[in-house]
C-alpha cells in the first residue's frame, strides 16, 4: 500500500504542478515563519525541546487521522489520505521545472532572468549561494533533491508499514520550512547553529547518505566513491553542511560519467537526480513485493 500510495501521490504531485499550484502550501510557510519567531535564538536542550514541539505541532493531526485510517479503513481510504499528504509534503516546488527554466533562461541570454531562476534553486541559507557560478547551481540541484523530495520519500517508506508514513514525510517537510526560516531571521553569527538547523540534520543525515549512494550508481561510480573519500578528508567547519557536502562531493564525481555537453552542468546533474529517483522508485517496488510475498 505504500508503495501504491507514493506512485498515486508522484502522479498527483505532477498535476498539481503543472495546474493547480497544490504544493505552495502558504499557511505552512507563514506557520514556519509564526514558528521561527517564537523560537528565536532559544539553543541548548530548552531551544531543542521548544523547536521539537513547534515541528510536530501540525504532524500530531496528521498523524493521528493517519493511525486512524490505517487501523479502521486500510484500503482505499488510508491511500488516499497518504497520497494527497505526500503530495504537500514534496517539493514546495518542482525542481526539475525550475531546472529547465534556469537553462531555457541561460541558452536565450537572459542573465536576469537566469539569476532569478538560480535563485529559486538555491536557498537563502546554503554554503553554494557564496558562488553564483552555474557550479553553485549544480551543486544545490544535488542537495535540493535531498530537501525536497528524497528526504520525504525516505521517512514515508520508513515509517508506512506502521501506518506513519504520511506523518514522517510532513515532519520532514515541516522541519525544512522551519529551518529556512529560522535562518532566514536569525541574527546569530553565520558560523554558529539553531535548533531548527539541527533538527533538519538529524531528520536528512540518513537520506542523505542512501542519497548519496544512489549518486555514485546513477553515474561513474569510482570518481563519485574518490569524492566522498576527500570530503573526510577535508570536513566543512560547520557541522550542519556536512550533508550537503557530501551530497555535493559525491554529485560532482558522479558526473564524470553522464556529463551531457548540451545541457551542461545543471542539466547533467538534474539527470543524475532523475537516475537515483528511478533507482529508489525501483528498490522501493522490490521491498514492497518481498514484503507482500512473505
Known sequence: MTLVALLV???????????????????????????????????????MLLCLMLALLPVIPV?????????????????????????????????????????????????????????????HDAAQRRDMRA????????????????GVLFWFVLLGPAGLGPAAAWLFRVSDLLRRASIARSRLRPEETGCAERLHFALAWAPARLLATSYAMAGSFEDARRGWRELYGTLPSRLLERNDQLLVHVGRGALGGVADVDRGPVGSAMRIVRR????WLTAIALLSLVAWIA
Open 9 to 47: 501521490a508522484l502522479v498527483l504531485e505532477r498535476l498539481a504542478t503543472r495546474f493547480l499550484r497544490l504544493r505552495e502550501a502558504g499557511w505552512l510557510e507563514s506557520y514556519s515563519r509564526w514558528a521561527a519567531a517564537a523560537l528565536g535564538d532559544r539553543s541548548g536542550p530548552v531551544g
Open 276 to 279: 537515483a529517483l528511478v533507482f
Open 135 to 150: 557550479e553553485a547551481v549544480e551543486d544545490a540541484v544535488f542537495v535540493q533533491a535531498n530537501n525536497r523530495v528524497f
Open 63 to 123: 498523524a493521528a487521522i493517519a493511525l486512524v485510517l490505517a487501523r479502521a479503513a486500510p484500503g482505499l481510504a488510508w491511500l488516499g489520505f497518504a497520497s494527497i499528504v505526500l503530495v504537500f509534503s514534496l517539493g514546495p516546488r518542482d525542481l526539475g521545472e525550475e531546472v529547465d527554466e534556469y537553462l531555457d533562461r541561460e541558452r536565450a541570454g537572459d542573465v536576469e532572468g537566469a539569476a532569478r531562476a538560480a535563485a529559486g534553486i538555491i536557498e
